[in-house]
């Protein structure tokens, strides 16, 4: 019964009573009408408001910084004001109970929270301050909170703004139980499978003003999924039409195939914004979600879905999408992942996501491996690894060792053996600096090619990279770039593009050296190879580009070698002195001593053949030994700044 409902009924029990008041009842009526209008004054002056616990919980001024353990330390004048006040009331509250033999609502139990509980709800309301360094240290506080209950963490996990759920899948710290499972996946239509609708998608998307390459892949994963499709409803196995996409893989299931190569395409078809809207728009992010798990112990197939998402972050408005269909929590976790490539993809799309402490925005093919969370340590300059023919942004830079030895040695175990020595050692030894490693696709032959009509050549690459490195920020700060093989001809391209243009004035400015390990500036043997056994290699466009006789190459080391002079840039090589085996077939000094001499800059040769000359054996090495110095040296003043 409520109050004023116990009040009404005592004033009418007074005003209705007709029978004369017999000894003592007239005592009993004065004395309810004392008891209503003193209930009627607790009223007035209490004001029992159901959202009086959310309202104190959120009250920011109560908000206590460290909780001790100590019951009997001083809290302070204000917080045992507080707490007196809550005993009051409860009391109060409590008499109000029996006189009316009705106890309140159960909230009200517990006004008297405790510190621990408080924190929650405060750091929530700090969390959707309109300052954004209140909210930036309310995530702080969240993610180094590891003494809550679990119901806490998923206070947090359901009450949270996205910034608030990316920030916390960007710190280091946080717990998983920050993070809800992703909502049910929408059920796949009658009679459809995975495949065919990864295909539907596909097709969905706009087939006009694509470049040669999207359009290849996308044709080639329509009309393979097709004869897949028709093959899996016919009871038969198909290879193909074209005899390509399942020669190099005849143990390999048709549709998981035939998923590769739409992923692929999807790939390519993400990197344009209007194509992303296409994929959210026709349920992509669910999808690919779907895919995702279905393919957990494919981590290739995984990686390419990442890229898609990644793609997609790029694209503001689409944010909320992402967030809403569970991709934070999943990159959340994959960001824990002890494998590099793995937690590497993940911390991109974060990155991606986190509009609060991020500005830059990477590109596909192009990773932050140091910091991947959000940090307090001030980053002070650039140090960019480009990898060259054959390459990748992370198996280019591993430990030297034998494949055996990458895969029994635990991946955790980072003093013994790292697949990414910038991450695991560089990362460490100078943890001042951002650590960007690049991807792109080559190869060295035309049969090996991922897109036949691709004919990139390296003035064409280096002004694609040169976009992708400046939307990531690079030139903003000094710069050291590293380089293998063909990565220092791109390089040096860049440079030498960024001094034409005003609008990337920064990134010569910002130079402070150059690492080349064995590039070939004055061509390669592998090109004389490869041109002599055309009808085995049937050379790239790549590998024509670095023959001795090549005028573009020699453009190209003159112009630089000039440039290099007059801005003053410090600079390393090193060359292999001993021969690499290209297959089982051939045995080839890549780089010679001779065209690994840049005219300017020490060179150091190293007994090792050309894979394996920016791979350290240990970290004690001289190979990396002497990495560090030169970065240490070059950027020494920026690092003291």
Request: aromatic share 8%; glycine share 4%.
């Given at each position: 019964?409520?109050?004023?409902?116990?009040?009404?009924?005592?004033?009418?029990?007074?005003?209705?009573?007709?029978?004369?008041?017999?000894?003592?009842?007239?005592?009993?009526?004065?004395?309810?009408?004392?008891?209503?209008?003193?209930?009627?004054?607790?009223?007035?002056?209490?004001?029992?408001?159901?959202?009086?616990?959310?309202?104190?919980?959120?009250?920011?001024?109560?908000?206590?910084?460290?909780?001790?353990?100590?019951?009997?330390?001083?809290?302070?004048?204000?917080?045992?004001?507080?707490?007196?006040?809550?005993?009051?009331?409860?009391?109060?509250?409590?008499?109000?109970?029996?006189?009316?033999?009705?106890?309140?609502?159960?909230?009200?139990?517990?006004?008297?929270?405790?510190?621990?509980?408080?924190?929650?709800?405060?750091?929530?309301?700090?969390?959707?301050?309109?300052?954004?360094?209140?909210?930036?240290?309310?995530?702080?506080?969240?993610?180094?909170?590891?003494?809550?209950?679990?119901?806490?963490?998923?206070?947090?996990?359901?009450?949270?703004?996205?910034?608030?759920?990316?920030?916390?899948?960007?710190?280091?710290?946080?717990?998983?139980?920050?993070?809800?499972?992703?909502?049910?996946?929408?059920?796949?239509?009658?009679?459809?499978?995975?495949?065919?609708?990864?295909?539907?998608?596909?097709?969905?998307?706009?087939?006009?003003?694509?470049?040669?390459?999207?359009?290849?892949?996308?044709?080639?994963?329509?009309?393979?999924?097709?004869?897949?499709?028709?093959?899996?409803?016919?009871?038969?196995?198909?290879?193909?039409?074209?005899?390509?996409?399942?020669?190099?893989?005849?143990?390999?299931?048709?549709?998981?195939?035939?998923?590769?190569?739409?992923?692929?395409?999807?790939?390519?078809?993400?990197?344009?914004?209007?194509?992303?809207?296409?994929?959210?728009?026709?349920?992509?992010?669910?999808?690919?979600?779907?895919?995702?798990?279905?393919?957990?112990?494919?981590?290739?197939?995984?990686?390419?879905?990442?890229?898609?998402?990644?793609?997609?972050?790029?694209?503001?408005?689409?944010?909320?999408?992402?967030?809403?269909?569970?991709?934070?929590?999943?990159?959340?976790?994959?960001?824990?992942?002890?494998?590099?490539?793995?937690?590497?993809?993940?911390?991109?799309?974060?990155?991606?996501?986190?509009?609060?402490?991020?500005?830059?925005?990477?590109?596909?093919?192009?990773?932050?491996?140091?910091?991947?969370?959000?940090?307090?340590?001030?980053?002070?300059?650039d140090v960019l690894f480009i990898h060259g023919l054959m390459g990748a942004a992370f198996k280019t830079w591993r430990q030297q060792d034998s494949e055996q030895a990458v895969i029994e040695?635990?991946?955790?175990?980072?003093?013994?053996?790292?697949?990414?020595?910038?991450?695991?050692?560089?990362?460490?030894?100078?943890?001042?600096?951002?650590?960007?490693?690049?991807?792109?696709?080559?190869?060295?032959?035309?049969?090996?090619?991922?897109?036949?009509?691709?004919?990139?050549?390296?003035?064409?690459?280096?002004?694609?990279?040169?976009?992708?490195?400046?939307?990531?920020?690079?030139?903003?700060?000094?710069?050291?770039?590293?380089?293998?093989?063909?990565?220092?001809?791109?390089?040096?391209?860049?440079?030498?593009?960024?001094?034409?243009?005003?609008?990337?004035?920064?990134?010569?400015?910002?130079?402070?050296?150059?690492?080349?390990?064995?590039?070939?500036?004055?061509?390669?043997?592998?090109?004389?190879?490869?041109?002599?056994?055309?009808?085995?290699?049937?050379?790239?466009?790549?590998?024509?580009?670095?023959?001795?006789?090549?005028?573009?190459?020699?453009?190209?080391?003159?112009?630089?070698?000039?440039?290099?002079?007059?801005?003053?840039?410090?600079?390393?090589?090193?060359?292999?002195?001993?021969?690499?085996?290209?297959?089982?077939?051939?045995?080839?000094?890549?780089?010679?001593?001779?065209?690994?001499?840049?005219?300017?800059?020490?060179?150091?040769?190293?007994?090792?053949?050309?894979?394996?000359?920016?791979?350290?054996?240990?970290?004690?090495?001289?190979?990396?030994?002497?990495?560090?110095?030169?970065?240490?040296?070059?950027?020494?003043?920026?690092?003291?700044?």
């Amino acid at each position: 019964m409520s109050l004023a409902a116990y009040c009404v009924i005592c004033c009418r029990r007074i005003g209705t009573s007709t029978s004369p008041p017999k000894s003592g009842t007239h005592w009993r009526d004065i004395s309810s009408l004392f008891l209503t209008y003193e209930v009627l004054a607790l009223k007035k002056a209490v004001t029992l408001d159901t959202q009086v616990v959310e309202r104190e919980k959120m009250k920011s001024y109560i908000y206590v910084h460290t909780v001790s353990l100590d019951k009997g330390e001083n809290h302070g004048i204000a917080w045992q004001a507080r707490k007196e006040l809550h005993k009051a009331v409860r009391k109060v509250l409590a008499t109000s109970a029996k006189i009316l033999r009705n106890p309140f609502a159960d909230p009200f139990s517990t006004v008297d929270i405790e510190d621990h509980e408080c924190a929650v709800w405060l750091l929530l309301r700090k969390s959707k301050s309109d300052d954004k360094t209140t909210r930036l240290e309310a995530v702080r506080e969240m993610s180094e909170t590891h003494h809550w209950h679990d119901y806490q963490y998923r206070i947090i996990a359901q009450a949270c703004d996205p910034k608030t759920l990316i920030g916390l899948a960007r710190s280091e710290e946080s717990d998983l139980r920050f993070f809800l499972l992703p909502p049910p996946l929408p059920s796949l239509k009658e009679d459809s499978s995975t495949e065919e609708e990864l295909r539907q998608l596909l097709a969905s998307l706009p087939q006009t003003e694509l470049d040669e390459c999207i359009q290849y892949f996308t044709s080639l994963a329509l009309s393979e999924s097709s004869q897949s499709l028709a093959a899996q409803k016919g009871g038969l196995w198909c290879f193909g039409g074209n005899g390509l996409p399942y020669a190099e893989s005849f143990g390999e299931v048709p549709s998981a195939t035939v998923e590769m190569f739409c992923l692929e395409a999807i790939v390519k078809h993400s990197e344009i914004s209007t194509h992303c809207d296409k994929i959210e728009a026709n349920g992509g992010l669910q999808l690919l979600q779907r895919l995702y798990r279905l393919h957990k112990d494919c981590p290739k197939v995984q990686r390419n879905i990442m890229r898609v998402i990644g793609n997609m972050a790029l694209n503001e408005h689409l944010h909320s999408s992402i967030v809403r269909s569970g991709w934070v929590s999943i990159m959340a976790e994959a960001m824990k992942s002890p494998h590099i490539m793995e937690s590497s993809h993940a911390a991109r799309i974060l990155a991606n996501l986190d509009r609060e402490t991020v500005q830059e925005k990477y590109q596909d093919g192009v990773y932050v491996l140091h910091p991947q969370y959000r940090t307090s340590q001030p980053i002070k300059a650039d140090v960019l690894f480009i990898h060259g023919l054959m390459g990748a942004a992370f198996k280019t830079w591993r430990q030297q060792d034998s494949e055996q030895a990458v895969i029994e040695k635990p991946m955790e175990d980072e003093d013994r053996y790292t697949t990414c020595w910038p991450k695991t050692w560089l990362a460490k030894d100078c943890p001042a600096l951002r650590i960007i490693s690049v991807e792109y696709d080559t190869s060295l032959s035309d049969w090996r090619a991922r897109c036949p009509m691709e004919r990139k050549s390296i003035a064409f690459r280096s002004n694609e990279l040169l976009r992708k490195l400046r939307a990531a920020g690079v030139g903003d700060r000094p710069v050291v770039w590293i380089s293998h093989s063909m990565g220092g001809l791109l390089v040096k391209k860049m440079l030498l593009e960024a001094s034409t243009k005003p609008e990337m004035s920064t990134v010569i400015n910002n130079t402070r050296g150059i690492i080349f390990y064995s590039v070939p500036h004055h061509g390669s043997r592998l090109a004389e190879y490869s041109v002599n056994i055309r009808y085995l290699l049937f050379p790239s466009l790549e590998v024509k580009e670095l023959s001795k006789d090549s005028p573009a190459l020699k453009t190209l080391q003159d112009d630089f070698l000039e440039f290099a002079k007059d801005k003053n840039f410090q600079v390393l090589n090193f060359v292999e002195t001993l021969p690499t085996y290209i297959g089982s077939m051939i045995k080839l000094h890549v780089v010679p001593v001779e065209s690994a001499d840049l005219g300017i800059g020490d060179l150091i040769p190293v007994d090792v053949n050309h894979l394996n000359i920016c791979k350290p054996k240990k970290k004690d090495a001289f190979l990396y030994q002497r990495t560090l110095q030169f970065i240490r040296e070059a950027l020494a003043k920026d690092l003291e700044n």
